[in-house]
């Protein structure tokens, strides 16, 4: 798994479960940047230390799965896989698949994006060979056609799975054998070209806090619910673990605009 944070401090790979087959040589977090342009150097870094830590380990690789920022051109991503020779020969990219906001998409379709800025919720969806309609359960059925008929006026012929919570079968998004570079070189000639640069929006930053203790539960909600009630808009992700007085387990929130959730999980 490579896991890319846009923010400094990283969160997911709090969640992991240790305990697991997960190891240090089977996870890499990339954070402070997005792997489409800024850390783009060390995506092909990691994807070359996997490989080698397989063969050394004699452990092939099933699958390597890169999990992008909301922020991320899938374009110079997937365009990796074809411009270093080691990462060519030894990987193949099997997918790309895009996690659609049903409450939120159509928003983001919607923004306007200051000139030479790329509008990312376009781009995702235009690149994706699946896409799982996530969160169907905050909207209407109305609402759900509403979203794939968009979606598919950008990408029309996608397979489009509705769900929530992202739960679907791993033969939807693993060994799909989707990705297709001739599909991909009709809707951008350019692909394969190393001067494409992408240009993130500068109106978009990231603020992480890193600090030690514990925290009053019912001071943090106050202010949570203050912050997205009075924010929420302008906050397109929001996410922690943390340590609650009293709380014996990892108390892990996240939120999206103005839709918050939150729930104890494992011991620390």
Not at 51 to 68: G, M, R, S, W
Request: aromatic share 6%; proline share 2%.
């Amino acid at each position: 798994i490579i896991e890319n944070e846009f923010g400094e401090v990283g969160i997911d790979d709090k969640l992991l479960n240790t305990k697991s087959s997960v190891t240090e040589e089977n996870i890499i977090e990339m954070n402070n940047g997005c792997i489409c342009c800024t850390v783009r150097g060390d995506l092909i870094m990691g994807l070359k230390k996997m490989v080698k830590n397989a063969q050394k380990n004699n452990k092939p690789l099933d699958a390597v799965i890169i999990e992008t920022t909301g922020l991320a051109d899938p374009a110079p991503v997937a365009q990796t896989f074809f411009a270093d020779d080691f990462v060519q020969q030894k990987l193949c990219l099997d997918g790309i698949l895009t996690v659609a906001d049903a409450k939120h998409l159509i928003m983001h379709l919607d923004e306007e994006k200051p000139e030479g800025v790329e509008n990312e919720a376009v781009e995702q969806v235009a690149f994706a060979d699946r896409i799982l309609l996530n969160k169907c359960d905050l909207v209407s059925e109305a609402d759900l056609d509403e979203v794939e008929r968009r979606i598919r006026m950008i990408n029309e012929g996608v397979q489009i799975k509705r769900c929530k919570y992202s739960e679907v079968d791993m033969d939807f998004i693993l060994g799909i054998k989707a990705f297709s570079l001739d599909k991909i070189l009709e809707m951008d000639d350019g692909f394969l070209s190393d001067s494409a640069e992408h240009q993130h929006d500068e109106r978009v930053s990231s603020v992480g806090i890193n600090i030690k203790g514990e925290v009053d539960q019912q001071k943090l909600n106050d202010w949570i619910g203050w912050l997205l009630k009075e924010k929420g808009i302008d906050i397109f992700r929001t996410k922690g673990v943390l340590a609650v007085k009293g709380m014996p387990q990892k108390f892990v929130f996240q939120a999206v605009h103005m839709a918050f959730s939150g729930a104890p999980q494992r011991d620390w």
